[in-house]
């Protein structure tokens, strides 16, 4: 990722309608999955980024921060070390130490994905849970993708078999479906025409906006603790380590 792209995320991450919205979906998906009033559970949020989702996971138990950007890594050092539950580590190869592991959209980064999807299982306790998010879709591959170093985009069959060998996947769902049509037909125009976008969808929109969008994607959350819908923009995946 590029050097402007974290100092983006960094800017708007509290209050862009995008990440705002994704991480109401994933505390949800995790709230009806872990009783966090029995216990404290020790979560992984592996590839954290610029820390969006850090102080969310927080909420349910101890979170172990893996980010390989050394100095996205020692940002956030810096930025919780007054923290007592949340410990930023050089490597998350503690065995059957997780209760859960994060992975919200990182692996499209990573070019070996399954070795990573298998790796990760050995990280996890008996039962212990894996909440995956990524991208749709390798149509709407475009010039932000490539900003974003990204390898590919996903179906949701695709994304599964990275699972199929040591976890039984307990939900599988494409999200941002409420907003596919208008987010699709613009990607795909803005690639025809080889316009450069990536500054302007992950800059917050003005208020009215930003609101009005963050609105249509948190409702997301409350339908898929119901059901799967059958695209969108992104797919997320939530699953359990076989034993």
Same mark, same amino acid.
């Given at each position: 990722?590029?050097?402007?792209?974290?100092?983006?995320?960094?800017?708007?991450?509290?209050?862009?309608?995008?990440? $705002?919205?994704?991480? $109401?979906?994933?505390?949800?998906?995790?709230?009806?999955?872990?009783?966090?009033?029995?216990?404290?559970?020790?979560?992984?949020?592996?590839? #954290?980024?610029?820390?969006?989702?850090?102080?969310?996971?927080?909420?349910?138990?101890?979170?172990?921060?893996?980010?390989?950007?050394?100095? #996205?890594?020692?940002? *956030?050092?810096?930025?919780?070390?007054?923290?007592?539950?949340?410990?930023?580590?050089?490597?998350?190869?503690?065995?059957?130490?997780?209760?859960?592991?994060?992975? #919200?959209?990182?692996?499209?980064?990573?070019?070996?994905?399954?070795?990573?999807?298998?790796? *990760? /299982?050995?990280?996890?306790?008996?039962?212990?849970?894996?909440?995956?998010?990524?991208? #749709?879709?390798?149509?709407?591959?475009?010039? $932000?993708?490539?900003?974003?170093?990204?390898?590919?985009?996903?179906?949701?069959?695709?994304?599964?078999?990275?699972?199929?060998?040591?976890?039984?996947?307990?939900? /599988?769902?494409?999200?941002?479906?409420?907003?596919?049509?208008?987010?699709?037909?613009?990607?795909?125009?803005?690639?025809?025409?080889?316009?450069?976008?990536?500054?302007?969808?992950?800059?917050?929109?003005?208020?009215?906006?930003?609101?009005?969008?963050?609105?249509?994607?948190?409702?997301?959350?409350?339908?898929?603790?119901?059901?799967?819908?059958?695209?969108?923009?992104?797919?997320?995946?939530?699953?359990?380590?076989?034993?």
């Amino acid at each position: 990722m590029e050097p402007e792209v974290y100092i983006r995320h960094l800017e708007n991450e509290e209050s862009h309608w995008w990440f $705002k919205g994704r991480r $109401k979906i994933i505390y949800s998906l995790i709230k009806k999955n872990f009783n966090h009033e029995d216990k404290e559970i020790n979560i992984l949020d592996f590839g #954290a980024g610029s820390g969006t989702n850090i102080q969310m996971l927080n909420s349910f138990g101890n979170v172990y921060v893996y980010e390989k950007n050394k100095k #996205a890594s020692n940002f *956030l050092k810096e930025k919780f070390k007054s923290s007592k539950n949340i410990k930023i580590i050089e490597n998350y190869d503690n065995k059957n130490f997780f209760d859960l592991i994060v992975v #919200a959209d990182v692996i499209e980064h990573i070019k070996e994905d399954k070795l990573i999807i298998d790796q *990760l /299982s050995n990280s996890l306790k008996k039962n212990g849970k894996l909440l995956l998010t990524a991208p #749709a879709y390798q149509f709407l591959f475009s010039n $932000k993708d490539i900003a974003l170093h990204h390898y590919r985009r996903y179906t949701k069959s695709s994304l599964n078999k990275l699972f199929k060998e040591n976890y039984r996947i307990l939900k /599988s769902s494409y999200f941002n479906f409420l907003l596919f049509l208008p987010l699709c037909v613009s990607i795909l125009i803005m690639k025809f025409l080889k316009i450069q976008f990536i500054d302007s969808v992950e800059k917050k929109p003005n208020f009215l906006i930003n609101n009005f969008l963050y609105f249509i994607f948190f409702s997301e959350s409350i339908f898929l603790k119901f059901i799967n819908f059958p695209f969108g923009i992104s797919i997320l995946t939530f699953c359990e380590k076989k034993n």
